[in-house]
């Protein structure tokens, strides 16, 4: 029962994360204009708000799972060492979108699991972005968008455990397992993009999009916000998804060698009066 | 208070228990040390008092655990925070908040104190441990003493009846430590407290401590009881104790002060003054001084070094000879760590000039540099990443191009260093001694003629400082010049050829060891405070200067070794 | 020197007023106001450089405009014409699209500006803080994070160092390798010795416990109200009431499982500074500003905020009263005047 729960709450979830994605497509096909128009004044910061309370119920549900101290720590620091990361990017100029936090997240949910990276995922966002001055309407699809991605790495290493043998994990990843991650940080270095870029597109065309209320059709705003993405992302969605393909490949075997080490420390067994 | 009744404990897949049938019983108000080498299971049997063993750790435990009327093993480390506050080791790794008084509030906040005594309780915690003035300070601007401090606090915050600390001031310098341990023997006095402290440092604490615990680890029997009792039976202690025993005396030395009531009615037994002034220095290994090691090494010429408007270093001159051992001493924040990191070139000086067997330094990179100079940073960790022991030797030689002719045969310097069973093992894995000697073998593979340490003894027990000298001895008689930094004066006055003392920048003494560290009050050794103006360091240094007295019955005891009369006769 | 709270309250406002308003005059004036903020709370020495709110106009209201126009071809007052083969670009440039594409530019600056104040002026622990007592975890996380990079900071370039003097050299992307390692795995050894003096502190003393099953259905249908309410008020003709009651009760369930998980912990917070009366005067104002921009109050010309250039320009209406309220905006920059030591 908790289960099923459970997975309609990530699927309402993504759900809404989806909606957010697709609405300003959607807005203008309909045929009552007027409530678009009406309506797209508030879009962009309802948006917001829903992705927002969708991030926090999702936070909720995946915490309600009794976080012990040694996650709560462990999280803690991972996430001010992905942090830092953040500032090498400012320190040694990096092209493009090219950015060092994504893999830690990738790797991090692909060894110790869904819910770890989630949380990974999102926490890291929230606290470079405190610390960067980064806190603003954008910060919920960040956390949005990054707990998502650590979330689908730990199923992704879900599935590569239940296939392999669990011991390999000590040993590192295989040939195989380096080629299925690289290209999940591929993927999820253009999907990043797509969805901040989405958090913009509102505020980038204003409240009464001009095209809608001349009636444009689906294709036609889709066309706008190609334009939009060719011109101020793809060249750093691209780089993006190259330097995470780069980094997983380079530094994702002994990185996850030394996670899997601790995660055997992590996990022990108590027998009290033997 | 804590009873602990035949506790046996291993951790998980560990084939011996770290403890044995360790049986102990401590009274309220108690001010307990706990000592005995590493790996002896010091912070095994403190974690037990708070149920951190076996909840935190896992593994096999037996026995019966009793503290403040409750049972770790089966309330729990939650259950036991309102009872047992615990401090530990490294300052850096446990903090959660920012700023003192949040940190304080941590353990009230998980508790659910109502916010209105919550406020009070951390007014009552920041006076008791004199920290009101640094209330809002961010942590990370503390120093290392006043971290712990807060520490303290922290752990006070429940108002716990016991308070239980893990060598909390292993690294620390002497001033922080010092800081560190009379605020808590200020505690003792202000509020009822009973303490447990593991602790190396037992000369600052012995003289308030009403109980020592001795771990001798390898299944031996625990010993507890009165200090001067139990001091008897230890190998390793500080030397005053050592020098104490040797020469016999009852009841056991535990200050200057006392030892020095003791020489005094030895000598006064034996007619003999000790507090005159020695006519000249004694002859000794010291007398070896600068003039030996004519082949300057290094030579550091009136180095000047600032950050931004900050000066660090201030025409700074140095030189290491041939074979010779240099300390650097001298209070923290003193510029010794940036002296080291513009010798390697990591920083580049504003002024002056530093020469490497006669060249200039400048301009050179550090990468150059280090084949011939061996830099060990302050934290061996910060140097270990590969796999195996035996791999981290290697990635040196291949960083600089020397893997096809090594200088130095790696399985060999593996052999020096004692590591050859460990050779395969993860370095991390290892003890704090063994890591360091791993991170040594990592930066002499290349057979550096230089030897830079940055506080090698930090954290070591008597034991692996006794051996990191015996590899320094070896190094220099090949013709290894190095230039120690540290903290550690019984060390210095132990290894040093020649002492320089580094104050706000600026070398303000450059010495033969015993007029250096003896004519400054916050670096002499305790043998040194024991006979002023004697220029003896070590305990050694003493007893080879007592010459047998023809007979001289001292308290009591005799035996051959017993003998001595004071020199100056 | 004023709360986090009427911060947070204060940036939410610039946020709405920002989204709600294409007015260029209003725009301007909250602009005036957000760098009067900046200027007030900057210290002496910051004062100096030119302001980031320029230089983040300077390259966000170019950039912006250029798109606008060269993307919509709408609008009666035509520059020039691109020939029609270009995809997209095709089409007349007209002066209405370069002046919207420049509106939107000013807004984005506006809502740039507005946070990056609450950033600088906001001490990052005490926002941490702010979480609510279900994300009492959460708030850990993220303040041991925070209080963990500058030592992380530190210990980067502590191992630089120690991997230099043994001869490394950063040349590629692998030579990241003998730098990263020993920092994931000295914090990941700090990390349990950080677990224990929490554990050792009574963390976890009382929420060792899962969520109990109400909880997830709370969430659940809280978020199935949010999904179905936005959907139908996203694409469903006139004023529904239908649609937003239930995306009210969506936001309302949601609320109360955080409040209900909230209240499984039982946890206190502990707060040194309080609440005082600068932080509700500079609440005051906020929800002031708040109200006029988004609440239909009459006779404050709440028409006068959405100014639209097409079809052909015009100049922009101007309501005394509208203005007046946006002044609320001002109170903590007013608050700083009055205290700061001539």
Redesign the interface.
Known sequence: MRRVISIAIYALCAAIGLLAFLYPFLLPSTPKAPTAMAHSQDAPLTTAALVGLSVTALLVELQGQAISAKTVAMLGVLVAITSVLRFIEVVVPLPGGVSLVFAPILLCGYVFGARFGFLMGAFTLLASGLVTGGVGPWLPYQMFAAGWMGLSAGWLGGIALVRGKSSHRVRGLGRRELTLLSVFGFGWGLLFGAIMNVYFWPFATGPANQAWSAGASLGEALARYGAFYLATSLGWDVARAVGNVALILLLGAPTVRALARFRLRFHFEVHPRA | MIHLDRLTYAY?GGLTPVLQDVTLHVAEREFVLVTGPSGAGKSTLL?CL?G?V?????????GRVSVAGHDP??DG???L??F???V???P????????V??EI???????????DE??AR?EEVLGLLDLTSL?DRP??TLSGGERQRVAIA??L??RPRILVLDEPTSQLDPLSAQDVLETLVRLRDRIELTILLAEHRLERVLPHVDRLVYLQGCGQPVLSGWPREILGQMDLTPPLITLGKALGWKPLPLTVDEARALARAQVASGRREISRPHPEPPPSRHAASTSTFSEALLEVERLSFSYGANRVLCRVSLAVGRGELVALVGPNGSGKTTLL?CI?G?LNPDQGRILLEGESVAGRD??DL??R?G?L???P?????A?TVLEELE??LR??GLSDAPPVDPDELLDRLHLREVATS?P?DLSVGQRQRVALG??TV?RPRLLLLDEPTRGMDYPAKTELVRLLRQWQAEGTGVLLVTHDVELVAQAADRVALLVGGEIVADGPPSPVLTESPMFAPQMARLFPHSGWLTVGDVLSHLRPLTSLPLCGKLSPDDNFSFPGE | MLDVRAWLLWALTVLVAASSCRNPLYVVLLLLIVALTDVSFSAEKERRGFPSLFRFAALAVPLSAAFNALTVHFGETVLFRLPGWLPLLGGRVTLEALVFGLMNGLVVTLIFGGFSVFNRVTPVHDLVRLAPQAFHEAGVVVSIALTFIPETNRSLNRIREAQAVRGHRVRGLRDWLPIVVPLLVSGLERSMGLAEAMVARGYGAVSDRSHPLRLQLLLAGGLLALLSGWLGWLFFPGPTPLALSVLAAGVCLVVGAVWLAGKEVPRTRYRSRRWRIRDTLVALGSVLTLAAVQLPIPMIGRDTLYHSPYPRLSLPSFHPLMALLLLGLLVPAAVAIRRRPR
């Open positions: 998980p974690r708070n951190l076996p909840h935190f750790s896992g593994g096999t435990l037996s093993v089966a480390p939650q259950v925070s309102r047992v506050g615990f530990f080791q490294d850096e790794a446990q903090f959660v908040m920012d700023r008084e949040n509030a941590f353990a009230l906040e998980n508790q659910a104190v109502p916010p919550m406020r951390v209330r942590l990370e922290a752990a915050a429940l990191r390697v990591l550090t990468a280090c084949r100079i830099y940073p302050q934290n960790n910060d140097l270990l990443f796999d990635v040196t960083n600089l993860y991390r990592a930066v290349t």
